[in-house]
């Protein structure tokens, strides 16, 4: 099982339930808002394998319907620094 976190070099505000996400020191600041926020919070709750099922629950949509765009936005993020 593979668990995710923010790096120690990546920036984050949460406010009102959108994320402010940025790499320090240069940025670009990433705006997370909605599903979005909601994946992000999820990669870094729990384990890899299982954020697809966990955002399906929270979201009362199948994990199937979900999964390979969850799974593609996770890999983005993570292309991105903002995961590791």
Known sequence: ????RRPLAV??????????AAPLPGGP??????VAALIWSEACEGERET??????????VAPEAI???????????????LLE
């Open 1 to 4: 099982m593979t668990r995710l």
């Open 11 to 20: 920036g984050l505000i949460a406010d009102d339930g959108t994320l402010y």
């Open 29 to 34: 600041i990433v705006v997370l808002t909605g």
């Open 51 to 60: 954020i697809a099922e966990r955002v399906a629950e929270a979201t009362d």
């Open 67 to 81: 999964r390979a765009d969850v799974e593609a936005f996770v890999a983005e993020l993570i292309a991105r620094g």
